[in-house]
Structure formats: structure tokens, C-alpha cells
């Protein structure tokens, strides 16, 4: 008899597993096109298309760049600004996430996250066990140009994950699952080599998925830089290369003469002038003719760029209506300085925007969190389900604006003057909140010591006096 050994699963990937690494490699294979196209938009290095009319072949590699789109998508990401995190009922037991914020660096990989969210329309964060057994776990932010998600709609949460990068020159991938990760490698063969397996048992993939601007038919999300940005910038594009070729033909003033004789436009010894020689000779001796007459000579009326500055003004109006963004923010002014008042009215649709951005990035956050504090812990505290992220505001109102709002409401008795809402509302940041905090108790405690003091001299003074000590209050 001849005796079957099974395959092990540590060394050998199964069927499925194959085919879901097949399945997630082409889904990022086939999405690496449009996500690469709006990478070039934001970095100003698209191509634009030459319509073959009135460029000339000399100047076919004259390319101009506009960066709208970097504009646009950096306002935005501008103004999401975290502060921390922390659990909604219980702010002074958020330490263990402070540990995991500051292991991570999480409040400056948060704006990789938002960056590329807005630019390819999604952005993936991955939690992982620390490099030793008590560390915090590992949260790295991954770019869709690398990772892929299987998601499942109705339950809001990623079933499968893909991750693909290089060692040396072989191809490497990073399979997750919600009871193991499976690290890889591309033989020469073609097929894959089980690396590692990391049997975690979370029951939940620990991968997160940061989309902007879902919609129900589509959670995969929508990048900012759509199809409208994308044909204004080249329009606006166009325009400045057609006023670069207007620039070089008509920069200088052409000249006509009327009745020239041909030695005219000859040198000493008979021959030709050259164009620029014939142009720069701006004083012309020229012959009269047989008849006696002078030439006349005369200028055609001098290169006016403002056709073209007028048409990127309509673009840029066009674009910033596009972005929600302030026209001055792309460089579109008028003669009449606004007032302050005109610019935050001008701002409120950006405003608006970052608040709905941080309602929608508040979730996903909060979901890498609570992974974090499972693969930690080894299980999710019940107060993590009221974990929140504290948010800047994204407006621009001055100090002295917030300040007088904080006061009218402490003294409308709405809040209490200690109240950490009042301090958010003055527009503190996190650390100088907990300095206020400290400083509060240190001057709660040298309070407390100064009473304990009195006391204790007046019980003195009575003893001394031959009073009752118990009278002393």
C-alpha cells in the first residue's frame, strides 16, 4: 500500500487560499491604472493631451503644470487635524490608548491616512502584534497602490486583505484573514511559498479601510480629484501652453515696410540679412524710391497675454467652485480686498466638508483602535465602545471669538467654568489642556494645605487660650 501524506497547512497554501490571493492581486492590478492617473494630477506630472492644431512640432515638449488638484485635496487634508483619542465616559482612563497613540506616531501617520484617502479614494491601516510581548501592537498605514480589501456591505467589515511588496527582486504578499495572516513569496515557478502563518484567532480581519466619499453601490469610495478637476486642469493647462507659443511668436512687436527696395534687406557686401538681423536694425536707413517717396514703415499692434489670463480666471472660478474652496485660494483675486468677514463666508463650504470628513473618519479610526486594543489585551474593554476621536476645528475663527463664546456660556451657567468643554471650545490643544489640568490640582492641592494650615493655627490658639478645641471649625 502506498501511504498518502497530506499537504501541511503551515508550509503550503490551500486551494482557497490561492484562489483569494488570485482574486485580490488582480482586483489591485486592475485598479493601479486610475489610482497611478489621479497620483500624477496631484503631483502635477499628468500628460496632457495635444489637440495637433496650433502647437508646432518645435514646441510639442513644452509642458505646463497647474496644481489645482494638490490644492484642493491639501486644503482639505489641512484642516483635519487630530488631537487625540480617547473614551467618551471615561477621558482620565485613556492612557492605554495614549500608550498605543504614541508607540505609533498615530497623529502624523493619520495624515498619510487622510492624504491618500482624498487622492485615490480610499486608504487601508493594518494592525499588527509588537515586536515584544508587552509592547503596544503595531499600526502601519497602507497606501492602495499595495493593498486591496474584500468587503462585505452588509456587515461593514473587510473579509479578506492583500498586500503586496517586495524582498530583494521577488514578489511578496501579505494575505489576512480573521483567524491568521499568511506572509508569502513568488517562486520561480510562479506559484506561492508560505513564509510565516500567523494563527492570531481575532475573528475579524485586522485591517481597516478608510473610503472617502462612499456611496451605497459603491464603499470602495470616490477620490477628490474627479473626472471635473481632471478636465479643468487640462483645459487650464492648455491655456498657459497656447500663451507660452503666443509668447514666443509674439513677445517682440512685428514690423511691416511698405515700398522697400530689396538692397534694403541686404548687408555691405550684398548679401542677405538674416530675420533677427532685418528685426533688431531698429533704425532703417532706407533709399527713397524712383519716384521719390519714402517707405513707410509701421508696427502691428503688440502681444496682449490678457486673452489667455482672462480664461485661466475662468477656470479658476470654474474649479474653485469644483473644490469648495475659497477663489483665492487659486490665486483668483479681485480689485476690491475682502473683508474678514467675506472670507470665512467664503470658507464655509470648506468648513463644512472637514466637518462631514471628520464624522466619516471618526468611525474607521475608531475601529483600528479597538483592534489594537484586542490584539494587545486580548479583548476590547467595554468602554472602547464609546471611543471618540477629538478633533481641531476645521474653521478659522480668531481666539478672541472663541474665548467670548466660552465665557457667555459659563456665565449663562450652561457649562462649569473647570469644564473640559469650555477649554475645547477656547481652541486649547490636548497638551495644553492636561498643563491646565495639572495646574488645576496643584492649585486645588495648595488650597487644600492652606486651609488644613489655618485650621490647625486657629485649634492652636485656642489650646493656648485655654478654650474648648472643639469650637474651632
Given at each position: 500500500m502506498t501511504a498518502v501524506i497530506p499537504e501541511l497547512p503551515l508550509v503550503n497554501l490551500t486551494d482557497d487560499e490561492t484562489q483569494l490571493i488570485d482574486v485580490l492581486r488582480q482586483d489591485l492590478v486592475t485598479a493601479r491604472f486610475p489610482l497611478e492617473l489621479r497620483d500624477c494630477y496631484?503631483?502635477?506630472?499628468?500628460?496632457?493631451?495635444?489637440?495637433?492644431?496650433?502647437?508646432?512640432?518645435?514646441?510639442?515638449?513644452?509642458?505646463?503644470?497647474?496644481?489645482?488638484?494638490?490644492?484642493?485635496?491639501?486644503?482639505?487634508?489641512?484642516?483635519?487635524?487630530?488631537?487625540?483619542?480617547?473614551?467618551?465616559?471615561?477621558?482620565?482612563?485613556?492612557?492605554?490608548?495614549?500608550?498605543?497613540?504614541q508607540a505609533n506616531d498615530l497623529l502624523t501617520e493619520a495624515q498619510l491616512a487622510?492624504?491618500?484617502?482624498?487622492?485615490?479614494?480610499?486608504?487601508?491601516?493594518?494592525?499588527?502584534?509588537?515586536?515584544?510581548?508587552?509592547?503596544?501592537?503595531?499600526?502601519s498605514v497602507e497606501s492602495p497602490m499595495d493593498m486591496t480589501v474584500d468587503y462585505d456591505a452588509?456587515?461593514?467589515?473587510?473579509?479578506?486583505?492583500?498586500?503586496?511588496?517586495?524582498?530583494?527582486?521577488?514578489?511578496?504578499?501579505?494575505?489576512?484573514?480573521?483567524?491568521?495572516?499568511?506572509?508569502?513569496?513568488?517562486?520561480?515557478?510562479?506559484?506561492?511559498?508560505?513564509?510565516?502563518?500567523?494563527?492570531?484567532?481575532?475573528?475579524?480581519?485586522?485591517?481597516?479601510?478608510?473610503?472617502?466619499?462612499?456611496?451605497?453601490?459603491?464603499?470602495?469610495?470616490?477620490?477628490?480629484?474627479n473626472s471635473a478637476v481632471m478636465g479643468i486642469t487640462d483645459a487650464a493647462c492648455r491655456t498657459l501652453l497656447g500663451m507660452e507659443v503666443a509668447r514666443e511668436f509674439y513677445g517682440a512687436p512685428q514690423r511691416y515696410i511698405l515700398g522697400a527696395s530689396e538692397s534694403a534687406f541686404q548687408d555691405a557686401e550684398g548679401n542677405a540679412k538674416s530675420a533677427w538681423e532685418t528685426y533688431i536694425g531698429r533704425v532703417l536707413a532706407l533709399e527713397r524710391d524712383e519716384d521719390g517717396e519714402i517707405p513707410q514703415v509701421g508696427t502691428f499692434a503688440a502681444?496682449?497675454?490678457?486673452?489667455?489670463?482672462?480664461?485661466?480666471?475662468?477656470?479658476?472660478?470654474?474649479?474653485?467652485?469644483?473644490?469648495g474652496l475659497p477663489p483665492h485660494y487659486l490665486g483668483y483675486t479681485t480689485d476690491n480686498p475682502a473683508s474678514a468677514d467675506a472670507i470665512r463666508s467664503t470658507e464655509a463650504q470648506l468648513v463644512k466638508r472637514a466637518e462631514r470628513k471628520q464624522a466619516m473618519l471618526s468611525t474607521p479610526w475608531a475601529q483600528v483602535l479597538r483592534l489594537a486594543l484586542l490584539i494587545w489585551r486580548g479583548e476590547v474593554p467595554d468602554r472602547a465602545r464609546k471611543l471618540e476621536t477629538v478633533w481641531r476645528n476645521p474653521a478659522t475663527p480668531t481666539m478672541a471669538a472663541q474665548t467670548d463664546a466660552a465665557v457667555k456660556l459659563v456665565q449663562a451657567g450652561i457649562i462649569p467654568a473647570d469644564s473640559e468643554v469650555a477649554l475645547e471650545m477656547v481652541g486649547l490643544s490636548e497638551a495644553q489642556r492636561q498643563r491646565v489640568r495639572s495646574d488645576r490640582q496643584r492649585a486645588q492641592g495648595r488650597a487644600q494645605l492652606a486651609r488644613i494650615g489655618e485650621r490647625l493655627g486657629r485649634q492652636r490658639a485656642v489650646e493656648v487660650s485655654g478654650g474648648d478645641a472643639d469650637q474651632v471649625a
Open positions: 496631484y503631483n502635477g506630472e499628468q500628460v496632457i493631451r495635444d489637440l495637433k492644431i496650433s502647437i508646432p512640432p518645435q514646441l510639442q515638449g513644452l509642458h505646463t503644470v497647474i496644481g489645482w488638484p494638490q490644492i484642493g485635496v491639501d486644503a482639505l487634508e489641512q484642516r483635519l487635524d487630530i488631537e487625540t483619542w480617547r473614551y467618551a465616559g471615561e477621558p482620565d482612563a485613556s492612557d492605554e490608548l495614549e500608550e498605543v497613540v487622510h492624504l491618500d484617502s482624498f487622492i485615490y479614494g480610499r486608504s487601508y491601516a493594518a494592525v499588527g502584534s509588537g515586536e515584544e510581548d508587552e509592547a503596544p501592537p503595531v499600526i452588509r456587515l461593514r467589515a473587510v473579509r479578506s486583505a492583500l498586500r503586496l511588496y517586495k524582498i530583494e527582486d521577488a514578489q511578496a504578499a501579505v494575505l489576512y484573514l480573521p483567524d491568521q495572516t499568511i506572509h508569502v513569496v513568488q517562486s520561480d515557478t510562479g506559484g506561492w511559498e508560505v513564509i510565516s502563518r500567523d494563527a492570531h484567532e481575532l475573528g475579524m480581519v485586522p485591517v481597516v479601510r478608510f473610503a472617502n466619499r462612499p456611496r451605497a453601490a459603491e464603499r470602495v469610495g470616490k477620490s477628490e480629484i502681444y496682449d497675454p490678457s486673452a489667455y489670463t482672462k480664461i485661466v480666471d475662468l477656470y479658476a472660478r470654474i474649479m474653485a467652485t469644483q473644490l
